[in-house]
Structure formats: C-alpha cells, structure tokens
C-alpha cells in the first residue's frame, strides 16, 4: 500500500508563510497527478491545488497567487509554499493522489493566528 507522509506545518502568524513536504513511498511518476488537501474544524474536507504528471497545476480560488504546488521526483517529494497566511487557512493539511484514495496519512496542522 502506497504511504504519503505530510510534515511542515506549524505555528505563524497572518502574513507567514510555511512549506508542506509529501513524501511518498513510490516514485511519483506512479501517480496521475498529486493534490494537497485541507481539512478546518467543522469543516469539510477540501483541495486546495493539484500537480499533474507532467507539472501542470492548479488552485482553488482562494488560495491563488498565495500558494504553490511544486515536485521533486528525485525525492519523490510534493511540495506546497504557502505565503501571505491568513487565520482561515488553519487546517490540518494532506497529501493525497487527485482524485483522493481512501487511505489517507496524519496530515500536519498549520496554524494561522491573527
């Protein structure tokens, strides 16, 4: 079973930024595209951007032009830089293929205070 392992998150404050690493257990040339998930308290949980095979990209609206979605396949690594925080991007942050499997990892908390 393929195994995502999130880490990166933390503790900043409105305007901060953070880097989220995904590593996979496989090379990720093994997946279609890559996504990275956000899930608040009480909330659903959403995508916040994808990464084809190939390095195309995209964002939900209301992270454009905040966040990035990168890969390293030599690391078999996906990134997401996240800059200019806001308190609503607090989350529990995730990894997962695009569309999303069932087994998902721990997630690593981002917390954004104001």
């Known amino acids: 079973q393929v195994q995502l392992v999130e880490s990166g998150g933390g503790l900043v404050q409105a305007g901060g930024s953070l880097r989220l690493s995904c590593v996979a257990s496989?090379?990720?040339?093994?997946?279609?595209?890559m996504g990275w998930y956000r899930q608040a308290p009480g909330r659903q949980r959403e995508l916040v951007a994808r990464i084809t095979r190939e390095g195309d990209t995209d964002y939900a609206d209301s992270v454009k032009g905040r966040f990035t979605i990168s890969r390293d396949n030599a690391k078999k690594t996906v990134y997401l830089q996240m800059n200019s925080l806001k308190p609503e991007d607090t989350a529990v942050y995730y990894c997962?293929?695009?569309?999303?499997?069932?087994?998902w990892g721990q997630g690593t908390q981002a917390t954004v205070s104001s």
């Open positions: 496989i090379p990720l040339f093994g997946f279609k595209q």
């Open positions: 997962n293929q695009f569309p999303s499997r069932p087994n």
